[in-house]
């Protein structure tokens, strides 16, 4: 049986419109158990991995931090903060949000060669996977948290905690869970302050 999935033809969504309107991410911290089952958590991947990528190079993967290994990873935070000059409060906030999560998806940017494209359009490629994921995630019912952070970034951490090397780095750390607080609405842009109609 195949697994290509019918491309049907484009009607107006009204759910998914509102979903869009309305979403709103989870704080962190309000995050708990229980979490996505894998299969939950395949369904939600295969969402994420539907994203615009121009010469199908796929510059992204995923590596999923189960309960053990966000506990692993978290004397790491502080090891490779303080060498590298973070300030303590930035470094307690990550040590926490690794070592209070319970399932975080961390999504890889991987670099492919290619002379078409420059490099800005793997980063950007790799960003809507984790905006894919995140939506796909709250669609699904869970509460969901796109973080970054030093630990994205610094090349010790990443090599030691994921085996993660080169120019490789983490676009974004999906934290998921169940909500356990609903947050209010934020203020949210003016539509009119960042819109430019251009006619001609």
Known sequence: MSDEIEIKPLTRNDA???????RRSRPVRSLQAPVPSRDDLETILKAAARTPDHKMLV????????RDALQRLTPLVAKYGEAAGIEQKKIDNITGFFGNANL???????????????????????????MNLLNAAQAS???????????AF??????????IEGDDYVAGYIHLGSEGAVPSDRKRPDLA???EWVSA
């Open 16 to 22: 998914v419109l509102d979903f869009l309107q309305t």
């Open 141 to 151: 019912g869970w509460g969901a948290n796109w973080l970054t952070g030093f630990t």
């Open 104 to 130: 975080v998806v961390a999504v890889v940017c991987t670099y492919k060669e290619c002379n078409d494209f420059p490099r800005i359009e793997q980063d950007l490629s790799a960003g809507a996977v984790c």
């Open 154 to 163: 610094h090349k010790g951490f990443l090599s030691e905690g994921l085996g």
């Open 193 to 195: 302050e960042i819109t």
């Open 59 to 66: 510059p992204w993967r995923f590596i999923v931090l189960e």
